[in-house]
């Protein structure tokens, strides 16, 4: 199974400022199959980026993904009011099971 | 444009089997390489993958919950479900259902449904 840890737990930011947030895996992801999803309070969680650096459909181009092996990035040029919200990568790529990081909260300061 | 919605009971007690369905509507669930995928979420906690079946009907399980897990399809209704069994306070979260085409993420999920575990 691949653990993925991410950091920090929190980010504490202020509208216009660059958000930075990590995502490590114990182990190579293969293809570099690895998902940002953003999620707000009370709603699903919302595909972001995949295969490490592509975005979805219809995500702004402030959210930008990179990384691959085992570090990965996600990268909020500019924070809009309502990208305040957690942030969960996930691994795709290996065997199952597919796995979740913990989660990174990015809080208004 | 594809939606998905969990139904099932909002309290089971402890011991019991949890049971739920997903309705799919805007696509079929025997159609295409989809993966049709369980996931909960504890209160204030991260995101478990519970686990997947395959639209041809092969299923794949997450190994921690694997001995109390069993995914089916009913491609009449289109929908698919989740039991899980022996349930105990820790499998109180919100259930989602969730939709992976390919080898792709989850790009369609359900509003997900909270599965309250108690006496």
Do not use: H
């Not at chain 2, 639209?55 to 491609?75: A, M």
Request: net charge neutral.
């Amino acid at each position: 199974e691949i653990v993925l840890t991410q950091s920090p737990a929190t980010l504490s930011l202020s509208p216009g400022e660059r958000a930075t947030l990590s995502c490590g895996a114990s182990q190579s992801v293969s293809s570099s199959y690895l998902a940002w999803y953003q999620q707000k309070p009370g709603l699903a969680p919302r595909l972001l980026i995949y295969d490490a650096s592509s975005r979805a459909t219809g995500i702004p181009d402030r959210f930008s993904g990179s990384g691959s092996g085992t570090d990965f990035t996600l990268t909020i040029s500019r924070l809009e009011p309502e990208d305040f919200a957690v942030y969960y990568c996930q691994q795709y790529g290996s065997s199952p099971p597919l796995t979740f990081g913990g989660g990174t909260k990015v809080e208004i300061k | 444009q594809v939606q998905l919605q969990e139904s099932g009971p909002g309290l089971v007690k402890p011991s019991e089997t949890l049971s739920l369905t997903c309705t799919v509507s805007g696509g079929s669930v025997s159609s295409g390489s989809y993966y049709w995928s369980w996931i909960r979420q504890p209160p204030g906690k991260g995101l478990e993958w519970i686990g997947y079946i395959y639209y041809s009907g092969s299923t794949n399980y997450n190994p921690s919950l694997k001995s109390r897990v069993t995914i089916s399809v009913d491609t009449s209704k289109n929908q698919f479900s989740l039991k899980l069994s022996s349930v105990t306070a820790a499998d109180t979260a919100v259930y989602y259902c969730a939709r992976a085409p390919g080898d792709l993420p989850f790009d369609y999920w359900g509003q997900g449904t909270l599965v309250t575990v108690s006496s």
